[in-house]
């Protein structure tokens, strides 16, 4: 399968602008020859909303009007998307993502880890526990932007077998590192295919960086934008690569299987709430 990523800018509060932009740039991946094409965070609507009731108008429902005018289009072209949006929902508004396919929405994802940036200030926190769905050529896992750095929300997808994991991202000025190094590091971890597309672009004093990396199973980079402007990034993927842990540097000699290795007795401090423990000085 081959995945395309639209690193692309985006304008605040014009959702029929961004949609058909979306829609042109689909087009044009199909006929490149990619299958599943994936934007940036919040591609859909704008991301530096100032307050809740200002984002509030343009948050809708998953399915609704735009995840249906995406799978028309995908219909049409046998293709799959991913995008970000604001999601309406009866218990507030979500900074989600949204897998489409030909069928419809295969799967959405609310984001978990929320930056105090953007309409994150006022988004209600993900109340879904990592997902993995079962597209026809992959499994897919879902992420958002802040969620890349931390490193169990890849971990747990990648034990519920995701062979590919997503990141919408809208990363700003200081986001460099993040963008030059976790994402290889997350696909190298887990042994998985990383695909991570930000914006570019400025709204509202925010300078969007772009940076959008594609990274394979031994954290190798296979397609990163070469500048700060709209790109479209390709790289071929093949999910037996992600599905075969096991590798072996020196038969019997030097062999990594970073989940066969796991000591997860030993992690307990990881999912206990309540912060940093002094160090023991028996």
């Given at each position: 399968?081959?995945?395309?990523g639209v ?10 602008e961004?949609l058909r932009?979306?829609i ?5 991946t199909s006929s490149?020859g ?5 934007f940036?965070?919040c ?11 200002e ?7 998953i399915?609704?009007?735009s995840t249906a ?6 219909q049409?072209?046998?293709?799959s ?20 396919t030909?069928?419809g929405v295969?799967g959405?994802?609310?984001?978990i ?6 309409v994150?200030r006022f988004?209600?926190?993900g109340d879904?526990?990592?997902?993995v ?31 590919l994991i ?9 986001a460099e590192c ?7 590091t997350?696909a ?6 990383y ?11 925010f ?13 190798e ?8 402007e709209?790109e ?6 093949d999910?037996?690569r ?10 019997d000699?030097h062999?990594?299987?970073r ?5 997860p ?6 999912v206990e ?5 002094p160090p023991?000085?028996?």
């Open positions: 399968m081959i995945i395309a690193q692309m800018d985006v304008v605040l509060m014009e959702k029929a961004n932009r979306m042109e740039k689909i087009r044009e490149e990619a299958e599943l094409t994936v940036p965070e591609a859909l609507t704008g991301y530096c909303f100032d307050n809740l009731a984002a509030i108008p343009y948050a809708e429902t399915p609704g009007p005018a995406l799978q028309e289009v995908c049409e072209l046998n293709h998307v991913v995008v970000g949006m604001l999601e309406q929902a009866e218990e507030g508004v979500y900074n989600a993502a949204v897998l489409i030909p069928q295969l959405s994802y609310r984001k880890h929320l930056p105090y940036l953007g994150d988004a209600t926190p879904r526990a990592f997902a769905y079962e597209h026809p050529s992959a499994r897919i896992g879902l992420n958002i932007c802040y969620d890349s750095a931390f490193p169990e929300s890849s971990r747990v997808m990648t034990l519920q077998c995701a062979d997503i990141l919408p991202t809208n990363w700003p000025s200081g993040v963008a030059e190094h976790a994402i290889n997350r190298m971890e887990n042994g998985i295919f695909c991570a597309i930000n914006r570019v672009g400025e709204e509202r004093g300078r969007f960086i772009g940076k959008s990396r594609i990274c394979g199973p031994a954290g980079t296979l397609a990163t934008s070469v500048g700060t709209e479209i990034l390709y790289a071929t993927f999910p037996t992600a599905r075969n842990k096991r590798v072996d540097r020196v038969p000699k062999v990594i299987d989940l066969a290795d796991r000591r007795e030993m992690y307990g401090l990881i709430p309540h912060g940093l423990k023991h000085r028996g």
